[in-house]
Structure formats: C-alpha cells, structure tokens
C-alpha cells in the first residue's frame, strides 16, 4: 500500500497526486465507518492529538475532534481564549508545554500565516493544519474535492467557480491547488477589491459577472464575506454585493444547466446565498460536512500510521 | 521457490459441499443466520460457499456480508508494509443473529480476534461461529478455534499456506510454499 509522501499536512501544495488519491480512498472506508450503528474503529488508541485553536473555529474544530474520536485517539483541546498566550507565552513555549505531555499529533489553527510550517521545523511531531491565516486550510479543500468526487464523478476536467472573498479566504487557496492538482478547470469570482492582484498567476481565470461564472461552471463554491478579516472597506454595501454576486433561487434556475452548489461555511444567509439555494437539491452543503469528518480520519489515520514506536 | 500441492481443484469441490451440509445441519434454513466473509480472501471463499448454498442446496434469502478488519488490527504501526484497507458490505444489522465468520486460512488468530472486535459496531450477535477452510494447527497466537474446518494443515512457521480460488487465479488450489 502507498504512503502519505508528507510527513505533516501543512498544505494542499506540498502534496501530490497520488497522496490525495490515498486520503480519498481512505476516507470511501471511513465514510462507510460512519455510517455504522457503533461509529468507531480502535486504530489510534495509543495516539494522544491536541487541538490547538489559536483562532476561533466551530466547525472545523468540531470535526476534528469527531474524528479523532471516531478512530479511537485521546484528544485534548486548546482555544487561544482560555490559554497562557494571553500571559505573554510564545508559541513555541506553549506547544513544547504540550508536547512535553507526551502528544503524538497537533492540529493548529492560527492567524498567522505559515505557523503550521514553523512549528514542523521547531518541534519534532505531526502538525495538521487546520488552517493558517489567509493561507491555506487543507482538510476543507479535500473534503471539497472529496464531495465533488462523490456527485459528479471525477474532478478531472471539471468546471469549478469560486465566488466571493478570495483576497481573504486559505478556503479559496488551498481549494484552487487540490482542484488543479486533480485536472479541474478554475475560476474564481467577486467584486475586484477582493481578488488577489496576481491570482492569474496560479493559472485561474478571473470573472467578474456573476451570471457568466455562473453558465461557465459545473461546480460554485460559496464564500463568506469574512468582515472580522476586513480592515478598511472593499466594496459599498452589503447590500449591493448581494446584489452583485448573491445567489438566489431565480439565478439558478434561469442557468442552461444544474449546477452544483458548495459552502464551506458558516453562510450568512441571505448575503452571499439565499436559504432557498442553501436547502434546495443542488446544494451538497451538508454531505461537505459529514465527508469532512471521514477525509479528516483518513488524514489522521494515514499519519498516524507513519509513526513507529 | 518450491510448491507442493496440498488439495487440487475436485478434493476443494468435495471440501466446499461437505462446509454446506455442515452449515445446513447446524442453521436449517438460515433465517436468523448470517454469513460474514473476511475481505480480502475470504469474501471469494465466502462468495462459493453462497453459490453452492443457493444453487445446489436451495438455500433461500441467505444474508452474505464482507468484513474488513484493517482498522481493527493490533498490528498498525508495527508492520513495515502499510496496510490496505478494503470494502466492508453489510447491510443489514447482526443484532440477535447468528453469526458464521468466513476466512479462507486459520493462523495465528490474530485476524479472527480483530473481526471479533469488527462485527460488534454492526449490533450484539446471539452467536458467533468460526468457519475456515485451512486450518494451521500448532501456529496460533491466541484461543481460538474454528467450529468448521475444511482441512487440517500441519506447516512450520518458514512455510505458507495459499489458496487460490477460481475467481481469482483462474484455478482453486490449495498449495504449500516457501517462505
């Protein structure tokens, strides 16, 4: 069988290929586990995982911690509110803290980007990361993927629009790498004020109108407008992006075709998406969540298997 | 690599019938029973079993699922081979049932202990039972035993046991190898 060919999950772009081949086909396996009356496996009963929320999380914390659970690890939890951070602790001293506890694995959030890269190079154990800054968030892209894969198929040569805040969103990076590591086509979409100036670069097309981005793709992942990251503002009023770049039920059904609609959420209802596309058919909003659980026992399950005692 | 032959196509023929009537004379009609194949091997060992059950003895509504026991292993992280995972297909739930796992080689145990753990996330089975067709008598790890053998094997630890069936090289045979 194949390895992981990383020894931590920093980021969708130190992977290849062949590595998110072996966390999907994993994951098929845990999908099928959690669906079990008893929801469970043993593997990592001798493996200890601290979660360490630098940054607020809900959900992303919630799954992880579901799906250590689920393979049977110790898990022990950190948020940035409770902790001696506050105190003045820097984050080396708080994780060798920690480590000192005998932990095999970390899961880090942080709002600075590249935390998750340093700390692999000052502390010897495996780091996911669950999100740094406006940089990457790698479980959430696969399990996008991962939920494309399960409606259409294939990713491979697939249309994918991502629509909203790229200038602040790891979502929309990390998702831009896995989709094109994986032969889709990209693009992404929003007011100008929130697209990076060099995304071009990563080889996505850029659109501006709503409507065209909409008939071009097969796939439209939602985004949040994150305002707690916004410090000056990128466009008018709430009201007009909605406006602009807002889905609603008569878009998408005025499209030539059935999209598929994607949200990492949290969705602010009515904002970038209303509560009609958010429930109707064509959104996999929820299956996101429930495979976000099984691809991230699979990204543990396949580092965890690199340890040796 | 030396091969010997242990058992030929018409000895597994003959074997296979006689785990039928042998499971026919302890189930009746299989209607609170079911069978659990252990993937990989035995799902293609279970899989015959089912076949001669339904066709040859009129067995009907016969509930056959597959076990994958990978992350139920004592040995994850102490192999140097990663493991490969399988698909488990069971539909349906054990709760009360009886239960007959199905493996094609009795070794060590250590499988058969794992699938022991497995099956429980699928409900509380009244009864478990233990059907091998090679069982490798003196090599056990841990106290288990089949209620059903299709043939004793006595090999050293340096030997292997391999049953190929049709399905899967094209010939059912059971041979000895070395290591």
Known sequence: ?309 | MSKKILLNSKDIEIILHRLACQLIENHNDFSNTVLIGLQPRGAFFANRLVDLLQNVYHIKNLQLGLLDITFYRDDFRRRTEPLAATSTEINFLIEDKKVVIIDDVLYSGRSVRAALTAIQSFGRPKKIELLVFIDRRFSRHLPIQPDYRGRQVDAINEEKVLVTWKESHEIDSVYLQQK
């Open chain 1, 1 to 309: 069988m194949d390895q992981l060919s990383v020894e931590h999950l920093l980021g969708i772009k130190y992977l290849k290929p062949n590595d998110i081949d072996l966390i999907f086909k994993t994951a098929d396996h845990f999908k099928e586990v959690i669906n079990r009356p008893i929801k469970k496996v043993p593997s990592l009963r001798d493996i200890t995982i601290a979660n360490l929320f630098f940054e607020n999380s809900t959900r992303t914390k919630l799954s992880f911690e579901l799906a250590e659970k689920r393979l049977s690890a110790d898990v022990i939890n950190f948020s940035s509110s409770q902790s001696s951070l506050k105190k003045g602790e820097t984050l080396i001293d708080t994780v060798n803290n920690i480590l000192s506890m005998k932990v095999d694995i970390v899961v880090m959030r942080h709002a600075s980007v590249g935390a998750g890269v340093f700390l692999s190079k000052h502390v010897n154990i495996k780091i996911i990361n669950a999100g740094d800054g406006t940089h990457e968030h790698p479980t959430q892209a696969l399990l996008d993927s991962y939920s494309i894969r399960e409606k259409l198929g294939s990713v491979k040569d697939k249309k994918i629009v991502i629509i909203g805040d790229i200038l602040h969103s790891r979502v929309a990076l990390s998702n831009i790498f896995a989709l094109q590591m994986q032969g889709a086509e990209v693009k992404v979409c929003g007011p100008t004020t929130l697209i990076p100036k060099y995304i071009t670069s990563l080889g996505v097309a850029v659109e501006t109108n709503l409507i065209k981005a909409l008939n071009w793709c097969d796939v439209a992942n939602v985004l949040r407008v994150q305002n707690e990251r916004m410090d000056i503002n990128y466009f008018p009023s709430t009201r007009e992006y909605t406006q602009l770049f807002g889905i609603n039920k008569e878009i998408l059904d005025n499209l030539d075709k059935k999209i598929v609609i994607m949200h990492p959420g949290p969705i602010n209802r009515g904002v970038e998406i209303t509560s009609d596309v958010a429930d109707s058919n064509q959104s996999i909003i929820l299956n996101q969540v429930e495979n976000g659980v099984a691809v991230r026992m699979a990204v543990i399950y396949l580092l965890a298997e690199q340890i040796k005692r």
